[in-house]
C-alpha cells in the first residue's frame, strides 16, 4: 500500500487537478485509496484512486451511476468534478447523522427510487464494478434467471470463490438456483444501488440522506434492503426498515428472505478479500439446506 497522500497527490496532478495543495487520507473504504483534498482557493473535493492496475471503466461506471441515481431516481448523490482511468474526484459530502428522523426520512427517498424507476427488463445497458471485480448486467427478461446467472453463480470461476467453496458447496448453490421461483417473489425490476450497507449512506451540507459508491442496475428492489439490512445498520435505522416497508408495502417476509439475497455480497467479499470477514461461513450456512444427504 503506497502513502496515501503522495499516491492521492500524484494522481490528482496527473489529471489536471493542479491546484490541489495538500490531500488527507480518508478511512472506510475497503477497494480504493481515499481522501480529502484541499485546493488553493480553500474548497475541498473528495478523491479516490485504485492502488495497483486500474478496473477499466470502473471510475466512468461509477460516476454514471451517481448520475442516474441523482436524475432517474431523484437521490441525493455527490457531483461529479472528474472522472477518468485512474481517479474520480467528487464533492465533498458529511458523514450522516444517526437519527430516527434521517432514517425515515432515508426510508422516503430509497422507496421513491425503487417505486418509481420500474423497468421491463432486468440488468443494465452495461457491466460496471462491483469494488474491484466486474458486476455483470447482460440483459435479461426474467429476474429469477438474471439473479441466478449474474449475481450468483456467476462468481463461482473467481479463484478465491474456488478456493473457499468446495464441490459441495457448488453444487449446493446450482440447486438453490434452480429453486429460486420457490424461494422468492416474482417482483419487479427496478433500479437499485446495487452496494446499499450503511457506509454508503451519508448526508450532503443540507443533512438530506446523500448515497455514495453504486453499482447499479435495475433487479429487485430487495437487493437493496437485504444489503442494508445485513450489514450492521445501526440502531437508528430501525426507524428505517419499518417505515419502507409502510411505503412500498412490504410483506412480513422479507427479513427471511435476505440470507439468500445477500449470498450475492457474501460471494464478491470472497472473490476479492482476506480475510473475508466470515463471508464463507455465513454462505455454506445459507446453503446447507441444498446439500444432498
Not at 108 to 121: D, F, I, Q, V, W
Not at 127 to 145: C, I, K, P, S
Not at 223 to 244: I, M, N, Q, S
Amino acid at each position: 500500500m503506497p502513502d496515501p497522500t503522495s499516491f492521492l497527490l500524484e494522481r490528482l496532478h496527473a489529471a489536471g487537478l493542479a491546484d490541489v495543495v495538500a490531500v488527507e487520507p480518508a478511512a472506510g473504504g475497503l477497494a480504493a485509496v481515499a481522501g480529502l483534498a484541499r485546493r488553493g482557493d480553500g474548497t475541498s473535493v473528495f478523491v479516490k484512486a485504485f492502488d495497483g492496475p486500474p478496473s477499466d471503466g470502473a471510475f466512468a461506471a461509477e460516476a454514471e451511476g451517481l448520475a442516474v441515481l441523482r436524475g432517474t431516481g431523484g437521490v441525493v448523490t455527490p457531483e461529479v468534478v472528474r472522472a477518468d482511468r485512474d481517479v474520480l474526484v467528487l464533492s465533498v459530502l458529511r458523514p450522516r447523522p444517526d437519527t430516527e428522523v434521517f432514517w425515515e426520512r432515508f426510508a422516503h427517498a430509497l422507496a421513491h427510487l425503487h417505486g418509481t424507476t420500474r423497468h421491463p427488463r432486468f440488468g443494465w445497458h452495461r457491466d460496471n464494478w462491483l469494488g474491484r471485480r466486474r458486476q455483470v448486467n447482460t440483459w435479461e427478461d426474467d429476474g429469477f434467471e438474471f439473479f441466478a446467472r449474474h449475481r450468483l453463480l456467476r462468481w463461482l470461476d473467481e479463484p478465491r470463490v474456488r478456493e473457499a467453496l468446495d464441490a459441495a458447496d457448488r453444487a449446493a448453490l446450482e440447486r438453490l438456483c434452480d429453486r429460486l421461483p420457490e424461494l422468492l417473489p416474482a417482483g419487479p425490476a427496478c433500479l437499485t444501488h446495487g452496494d446499499l450497507w450503511a457506509s454508503n449512506v451519508m448526508a450532503d451540507p443540507g443533512g438530506r440522506p446523500a448515497l455514495i459508491d453504486p453499482a447499479v442496475s435495475y433487479t429487485w428492489a430487495e437487493v437493496d434492503l437485504a444489503h442494508l439490512w445485513t450489514t450492521a445498520p445501526p440502531p437508528e435505522a430501525r426507524a428505517f426498515f419499518g417505515r419502507y416497508a409502510e411505503l412500498t408495502g412490504l410483506d412480513r417476509d422479507w427479513r427471511e428472505r435476505t440470507p439468500i439475497l445477500q449470498l450475492r455480497q457474501h460471494l464478491a467479499v470472497i472473490a476479492q478479500f482476506d480475510p473475508d470477514w466470515g463471508a464463507a461461513d455465513l454462505v455454506r450456512a445459507t446453503l446447507a439446506p441444498f446439500r444432498r444427504r
